[in-house]
C-alpha cells in the first residue's frame, strides 16, 4: 500500500477509552480502509485518570495509556494502519491536566515539595495567594465535619480514595498542624467557586491549568508525542483548547518547529465574521465554523422567525426574558462570571489592582480593586469573541463601543475611569512590561472560559427555540446560511486555509448530525410543528416548564426510533437532565434539585417517551422524506466542500446521538453493518459516503491544497432549493435544500442547473449522464443529492 499522504484527504474520528482499546481500532483497520479514509483520528492517547471515557484528563504526559494497551498497543496499530495506507492523527491537550495527585506523578512531587519543585513551573498556581498553599477541593463538607476521615498513612494523607503527599517530616503532627504544615490545603468542595488558587479547565476543578508557554515545560510535556510523530508512528495533530493557553500563537510556533510543520489543526471556536489568525502556523482549525455553515442551508430563515414566535408563546413566561438570544448570552455571562468563574475573576482583578498600584504611570493609581473589577465585568460579558491575542487585536475585540457601555455600570462618573484603565492596559498603552503582559495573559484566558462557559454551557440551554441551531460554534439567535453566504465561506476557505478541517459530528456536539438534520425541517413547517406539540402536551402532566417541555418533544423528534423504548427512554431523560442543569434556571451541577429533576424524569416517561409521543413521532414519519434530503445533503457537502472532512465514529452511517456521554458509545464494527446506533444495513447515506470518500482518494488534485471552488448557480422557479459547486472543474456536487418548502412550492418545475462544459457521469449511478443544462427534476429524480465527475474528451 502507498504511504498516507502528509496531508489527509480525510480523517476519521475514534473515541478510545477502556472499552474500545487500540485493539479494537486495529480490528476496525481493514473497515475504515475501505472507507477510503486517509487517517485515523484518535482521541487523547497519554496516561489518563484510570477509567476515563474521554482521555482530556491526562494525569501523564510521558507514557501512553497503558488501558488502551500502553506504547506497544499504539505502534501495533500504527503498523496495521500503515500495511493498509493510512496515517494517525493524535488529539493532544497542552491546556492543563487531571488534578489526581495519587495519578499525577508530576502534581504529586509539587504538592510534597512545593514551589521548591523542579516541577512546580508545570502548573499555573498562584503560591501568593492562600497562605502559599495550593487549595485542594476534595472534602465533602467543611473540615470539621471531615476531619475524621483524614488519615495518616505512612508519608500519605487518604481522604476516601484520594491520597496527598506528606511534607517531609510532618507525618506525626496533630492533625491541625500537619495541615498547616503541607504546601497545599483540603477544603470543602464548595470553596473551589470562590477560593481556588490554580488556573483549570473553565470552571472544572478537576483539571489544573499548565504553563506550556514555559519552554521546558512544553518540552518535558511534548516529548513523548514528538517521539511518536519522529518516529513516523502518528503523521499530525489535533490541538485542543488552544484558547486557554497563554500564548496560542506562540505555543503553535513552537509546535510547528518541533514536528518540522506536521498537519495540525486547533480546536477554535470561531465567532460569526472572525477569522483564524493569519500568523498561525496551522493548517487551520477542527471544523466547527465548517459545521455551522453546512447546517445552516438546511434551515429556512424565515421559518425560523416563525418558530421563534411559536416557543416564545408556548414556553412563556419560562423563556429567559423572551427568548432573545443576545440577552441570553449577557445574563448568562453575568452568572457565570461571578458564579462559576468567581475565582478566575478574583486573580484577575489581583493582577491588575497590583500592577495599578505598583505602577510608574499616575494615571493607574488610585484604582479601587472593586471599581477594577466592575469594569472587568462589564467588558468581559460584552465580548464577542473567545479573546484577543495581542494588543492590536484587543482594539476589535474591545471596543470604544463596549467601553461606553461598562461605564454606564457606575454611577460615579470618576470612578468609571476604571473601565478606560482597563482598556488601555489591554490595548498595551501603558507599556508591554512583566506585569502588563500577565494581565493581557489573564484577562484573555479568563474571557474564553467565560464565552465557552456562558455560550455552550449556559446560554445553548436557555435559548432553544431550535435545538439544532445550538451547536458548538453556532449562531443560534441566526442561525440559517443562504447558498451566496456559503459560497462565499467555501472560497475564502479554499483560498485561505485549504488543509482546515471540517466535522458535522464530533466528540463535543451537543446532537450528532442526524439528529439536528431531522430538527432543521422544523424550520420549514413551524405551524405543523406548533400543532402537532399543542395536541402531544394536552393532558400530559406534570409539566415542569415550558422551556424545559419545548426542548424535549424537539429532543425525541430528533432523535426518532432508536431501538429499545426503554433505553430509549433512558437516554432522552439523562440527555434533558444535563440539559436542565446547564441552564442552571431551576437546578444545576453544584445545587441540585431532586424535586425539579424528578419532575423532569416524570415529564419525561409520560410525555415525549409515553403515548402521547406518539403524535411528535407521527409527524416525523410525515416528514421523514425531508429529513433524509437533509441528511444527505449535509453529508454529501461536508464531504465535497473545501477542507479535510473528518467522520466521527459510526457516522458514515445513519447516527442519531444526544450530548455526552451518548455520543461516547463504543462504536462497533462488523456487526450486521452496525453503525453504533440501533440502525443496520447499508444506508443510502453510507452508499454516498464511500462514493464521496473514494472520489476524494482517487482524485486528490481536485479536492487538494491547490483545487478550486466554483460557485454553480441553478436557474428557475425552484433555483434556491439547489445547492452546487463544482471542484477544479471536474467534480460537481448538487444537493437539494428545504425540501419540503420546494415540494409545497409545487416541487422543480423548470428550474435547470447549467453545468461546467463536458460530459458528466453520475458517479453513484453508471449510466447516467449529463451536458449543458439538465433539468433539476431529472437531476434529482432518484435522489436529494447527486456527485457528477466530468467524462475524459
Given amino acids: 500500500m502507498p504511504p498516507a499522504p502528509a ?8 473515541q478510545l477509552q477502556p472499552d474500545f482499546p487500540f485493539s479494537a481500532a486495529t480490528t476496525a483497520v481493514p473497515h475504515l480502509a475501505a472507507l477510503n479514509i486517509s487517517h485515523l483520528h484518535l482521541s487523547p492517547v497519554l496516561e489518563a485518570v484510570p477509567g476515563s471515557r474521554h482521555g482530556y484528563d491526562v494525569v501523564d504526559p510521558t507514557r501512553v495509556r497503558e488501558e488502551l494497551g500502553g506504547e506497544e498497543g499504539l505502534r501495533e496499530l500504527s503498523r496495521t494502519a500503515r500495511d493498509h495506507g493510512l496515517g494517525l492523527i493524535l488529539d493532544i491537550v497542552p491546556n492543563h491536566m487531571a488534578m489526581s495527585p495519587r495519578h499525577n506523578p508530576a502534581l504529586w ?5 512545593g514551589p521548591s519543585s523542579p516541577r512546580a513551573r508545570w502548573f499555573d498556581i498562584d503560591w501568593e495567594a492562600q497562605g502559599g498553599q495550593v487549595l485542594l477541593p476534595v472534602l465533602g463538607g467543611p473540615l470539621g465535619e471531615e476531619a475524621d476521615r483524614l488519615k495518616v498513612d505512612g508519608d500519605v494523607l487518604r481522604y476516601h480514595d484520594h491520597a496527598f503527599p506528606l511534607r517531609e517530616g510532618t507525618a506525626g503532627l496533630p492533625l491541625p498542624r500537619l495541615l498547616d504544615a503541607q504546601w497545599y490545603r483540603p477544603v470543602w468542595w464548595r470553596l473551589a467557586r470562590t477560593e481556588l ?9 478537576e483539571l489544573i491549568g499548565v504553563r506550556v508557554e514555559d519552554p521546558e515545560v512544553f518540552a518535558a510535556t511534548h516529548a513523548k508525542i514528538l517521539e511518536l510523530l519522529h518516529e513516523g508512528v502518528v503523521d499530525g495533530l489535533r490541538v485542543d483548547h488552544p484558547d486557554g493557553l497563554a500564548d496560542p500563537g506562540g505555543y503553535l510556533r513552537r509546535l510547528h518547529e518541533a514536528t518540522g510543520g506536521r498537519w495540525t489543526v486547533v480546536e477554535k471556536i470561531l465567532a460569526d465574521g472572525e477569522g483564524l489568525p493569519a500568523s498561525w502556523p496551522v493548517a487551520g482549525t477542527t471544523g466547527y465554523d465548517a459545521l455551522r455553515h453546512v ?8 421559518g425560523f422567525g416563525e418558530l421563534l414566535d411559536r416557543y416564545r408563546a408556548f414556553a412563556a413566561p419560562q423563556t429567559d426574558r423572551g427568548g432573545d438570544w443576545d440577552a441570553t448570552v449577557r445574563r448568562a455571562a453575568y452568572k457565570v462570571l461571578t458564579h462559576e468563574l468567581a475565582a478566575e475573576s478574583d486573580r484577575l482583578t489581583r493582577v491588575a489592582a497590583r500592577l495599578c498600584a505598583t505602577s510608574p504611570e499616575t494615571a493607574l493609581r488610585d484604582r479601587a480593586p472593586w471599581a477594577l473589577r466592575t469594569a472587568l465585568t462589564e467588558l468581559l460579558v460584552r465580548l464577542e469573541v473567545y479573546r484577543p491575542y495581542s494588543p492590536e487585536d484587543a482594539a476589535t475585540v474591545v471596543t470604544e463601543e463596549a467601553a461606553a457601555e461598562a461605564r454606564r455600570a457606575f454611577a460615579v462618573p470618576e470612578e468609571a475611569g476604571a473601565v478606560d484603565v482597563v482598556r488601555d492596559l489591554l490595548l498595551g498603552r501603558y507599556g508591554d512590561g512583566p506585569a502588563q503582559a500577565e494581565f493581557r495573559t489573564r484577562f484573555a484566558q479568563t474571557a474564553s472560559a467565560l464565552r465557552a462557559k456562558s455560550v455552550e454551557d449556559t446560554a445553548f440551554y436557555r435559548y432553544v427555540p431550535l435545538l439544532s441551531a445550538t451547536e458548538v460554534g453556532g449562531e443560534p439567535g441566526d442561525p440559517a446560511v443562504g447558498p451566496d453566504r456559503f459560497h462565499a465561506y467555501c472560497a475564502r476557505v479554499q483560498r485561505d486555509w485549504p488543509a482546515t478541517g471540517t466535522v458535522l459530528s464530533t466528540h463535543d456536539a451537543k446532537r450528532s448530525a442526524d439528529v439536528r438534520a431531522a430538527l432543521h425541517v422544523l424550520t420549514e413547517c413551524p405551524g405543523r410543528w406548533a400543532d402537532a406539540l399543542a395536541e402531544a402536551s394536552r393532558g400530559v402532566e406534570p409539566v415542569p416548564d415550558g422551556q424545559l417541555a419545548w426542548a424535549a418533544w424537539q429532543t425525541v423528534f430528533g432523535l426518532g426510533p432508536a431501538g429499545d423504548e426503554r433505553a430509549r427512554e433512558e437516554r432522552v431523560r439523562e440527555a434533558l437532565l444535563k440539559h436542565v442543569r446547564e441552564a442552571g434556571l431551576f437546578t444545576s451541577w453544584t445545587e441540585q434539585e431532586p424535586p425539579y429533576e424528578e419532575a423532569v424524569a416524570r415529564f419525561v416517561a409520560a410525555g415525549p417517551c409515553g403515548v402521547p409521543g406518539r403524535k411528535v413521532a407521527e409527524l416525523r414519519e410525515a416528514l421523514e422524506p425531508h429529513i433524509r434530503a437533509n441528511v444527505m ?12 472532512p473528518d467522520l466521527y465514529q459510526g457516522t458514515e452511517r445513519e447516527y442519531r446521538a444526544l450530548v455526552d456521554p451518548d455520543n461516547r458509545t463504543p462504536p462497533r464494527f462488523g456487526e450486521n453493518g452496525d453503525g453504533g446506533d440501533g440502525g443496520g444495513g447499508r444506508s443510502e447515506k453510507e452508499a454516498v459516503t464511500r462514493a464521496a470518500l473514494a472520489l476524494r482518494a482517487r482524485r486528490p488534485e481536485v479536492f487538494g491544497t491547490s483545487a478550486s471552488y466554483e460557485p454553480l448557480a441553478a436557474v428557475g422557479p425552484a433555483a434556491d432549493h439547489c445547492l452546487a459547486f463544482a471542484r477544479s472543474g471536474e467534480v460537481v456536487t448538487a444537493v437539494t435544500r428545504l425540501s419540503l418548502r420546494l415540494a409545497e412550492s409545487g416541487g422543480w418545475r423548470d428550474t435547470r442547473l447549467p453545468l461546467p462544459r463536458g460530459r458528466w457521469a453520475d458517479v453513484r449511478e453508471p449510466g447516467r449522464e449529463f451536458e449543458r443544462e439538465v433539468r433539476a427534476a431529472e437531476l434529482f429524480a432518484a435522489s436529494p443529492v447527486v456527485l457528477l465527475e466530468r467524462l475524459p474528451e
Avoid: K, Q, W
Avoid at 109 to 113: G, K, Q, S, T, W
Avoid at 197 to 205: A, D, P
Avoid at 633 to 644: F, I, R
Fill in 633 to 644: 445533503g449535509a453529508a454529501l457537502v461536508h464531504l465535497t466542500m473545501p477542507g479535510v
Fill in 295 to 302: 447546517d445552516g442551508l438546511f434551515m429556512d430563515p424565515a
Fill in 109 to 113: 512531587e509539587v504538592l510534597r515539595d
Fill in 197 to 205: 488558587n490554580y488556573r483549570r479547565f473553565f470552571s472544572i476543578s
Fill in 7 to 14: 496531508v489527509p484527504t480525510a480523517t476519521y474520528r475514534l
